[in-house]
């Protein structure tokens, strides 16, 4: 049973077109973030937010942005896609408290191919 | 920065035999919890284990590993692999006061028979 879910699985966008990514969860965690993976690297953290507060990572804080406009719901949004922007885009939620903080709980990925 | 390496990036293993994937770590933070996600074909990598107790065991799904603070290192093992667990593997870590999970770049366990 998944319960965090990516809209859509695939995603074809064209140079300078702006690209929107969904993600939504049921479990009602506080914490959701978005993780772009390309090839033999590892996932990089691009932004969480924390309940309504955004906090987007130093190195890509001007090519992401994020709406979080209820707890369930998340989007990454980018303004003007670019060929680096190919990867698999993860989205995640976690809890802050409890023996079980800081676990991630992922979707299965939206695979975003710029042209 | 707190980093983590998982210096293999294949590993293949015939069924039944045993296996280790390899994890490294370097951080700066005191109280941190390890973790290893595996991530099957087509599916959402999810938690196979964790822990933050130094020298400490912990299984699950027939795999182990032990937090090694003295040598930070967090390797996964498996005394019988099956085909089944053919899939790709994360080790990650956290800074457990803070939200931020740094990953390594993942190790591909391919299981022949």
């Known amino acids: 049973d998944t319960t965090v879910k990516q809209n859509p699985r695939y995603k074809l966008a064209r140079v300078g077109k702006p690209v929107n990514l969904i993600c939504s969860q049921t479990?009602?965690?506080?914490?959701m973030y978005w993780y772009q993976k390309k090839p033999n690297q590892a996932p990089k953290l691009l932004l969480f937010y924390y309940d309504k507060i955004l906090n987007r990572e130093a190195d890509t804080f001007e090519k992401f942005q994020s709406s979080r406009p209820n707890n369930s719901f998340c989007s990454l949004y980018i303004g003007s896609a670019g060929l680096e922007y190919s990867a698999m885009y993860l989205c995640?939620?976690?809890?802050?408290?409890?023996?079980?903080?800081?676990?991630?709980?992922f979707g299965a990925g939206t695979r975003l191919s710029v042209l | 920065g707190d980093s983590v390496t998982q210096t293999e990036g294949l590993v293949t293993v015939t069924e039944g035999l045993p296996v280790m994937l390899n994890c490294t770590y370097q951080?700066?933070?005191?109280?941190?919890?390890f973790f290893w996600y595996v991530q099957y074909l087509n599916e959402a990598p999810k938690l196979l284990l964790r822990?933050?107790?130094?020298?400490k065991r912990t299984e699950h799904q027939g795999f182990h590993a032990t937090l090694h603070k003295s040598s930070s290192s967090f390797h996964l093992q498996k005394s019988s692999v099956q085909l089944s667990d053919s899939a790709l593997y994360y080790c990650a870590l956290s800074d457990r006061g803070g939200y931020k999970v740094v990953f390594g770049s993942g190790t591909r366990l391919l299981v022949s028979p």
């Open positions: 995640a939620s976690s809890r802050r408290t409890g023996g079980s903080q800081n676990t991630l709980y």
């Open positions: 951080t700066a933070y005191s109280d941190v919890a």
């Open positions: 479990m009602n965690h506080d914490t």
């Open positions: 822990s933050s107790t130094d020298n």
